[in-house]
C-alpha cells in the first residue's frame, strides 16, 4: 500500500500523466482539424459543383442568345482563397495551379457579367428617359395648340401619336442599344478556358 502511495506522490507519476493529457489534447486537436479541414474540403466541392452549373447555365444562354446580360453569379462564396492552406500538403503542383485556376476563371466571368448587366442597366435606364422625354414633348406640342373645344379629339391625337412612338421605339431599340462586343468575346475565352 505503501509502495503505491510513493509511485502516486511520485515525480513519475506526474510526468506520465502530464504525457497522457499531451497525448489527449493533441488527438483531439488532430481531429479537429480533420473535421475542420472535411468541411472545408466538402464546402470547396459544393462551392465548385454549384458554379459548373452555374457555368452551364451561362453556356447555355450565350449559345441561345448571343447576349452577356445574364444575371447569374458563378461563385457566391470563395473558400478556397480563404482556406487552401489546409490542402497544401494533400494536392500535388498540378491540381493546385487547376483548382486555382478554375476559381480565378470564375471570378473572372462573374466580373465579366456583372459589367456586362451594368451596360444593359445603362441601356434599359436611357430608353426610360428616351420614352419620357418624347411623351413630355408630344405633350408639350399638345398642349400649346389645344383649345377648349378640341380638347378631346387633342387627347385622342396625343394617345395614338404616343402608342405608335412606343412601337416603333419598342422594336427599333434592338436595333440602336448598345451592347459591347467586348464582354461577348471575353466571356466566350474565359468559356473555353474554364475546364
Not at 26 to 39: G, L, P
Amino acid at each position: 500500500m505503501n509502495s503505491i502511495w510513493d509511485f502516486l506522490n511520485s515525480q513519475f507519476f506526474e510526468a506520465l500523466i502530464t504525457f497522457v493529457v499531451g497525448l489527449a489534447a493533441w488527438y483531439v486537436y488532430k481531429k479537429q482539424r480533420d473535421d475542420t479541414k472535411r468541411d472545408i474540403a466538402n464546402s470547396v466541392l459544393s462551392e465548385i459543383q454549384s458554379a459548373e452549373r452555374a457555368i452551364e447555365r451561362v453556356r447555355d444562354y450565350i449559345r441561345d442568345t448571343e447576349k452577356t446580360d445574364i444575371s447569374i453569379r458563378i461563385i457566391g462564396v470563395n473558400s478556397w482563397t480563404e482556406y487552401r492552406h489546409y490542402f497544401s500538403n494533400d494536392l500535388d503542383e498540378d491540381e493546385w495551379a487547376e483548382i486555382n485556376s478554375f476559381y480565378n476563371d470564375a471570378i473572372l466571368l462573374d466580373e465579366v457579367l456583372r459589367q456586362s448587366n451594368a451596360v444593359f442597366e445603362s441601356n434599359a435606364e436611357q430608353i426610360r428617359a428616351n420614352m419620357q422625354r418624347i411623351l413630355a414633348d408630344l405633350t408639350g406640342n399638345m398642349a400649346l395648340s389645344t383649345t377648349a373645344e378640341n380638347l378631346e379629339s387633342s387627347l385622342k391625337n396625343l394617345n395614338d401619336k404616343a402608342t405608335l412612338f412606343d412601337q416603333v421605339y419598342q422594336e427599333k431599340m434592338k436595333d440602336f442599344t448598345f451592347t459591347p462586343v467586348k464582354y461577348m468575346n471575353d466571356a466566350k475565352k474565359i468559356l473555353e478556358d474554364l475546364k
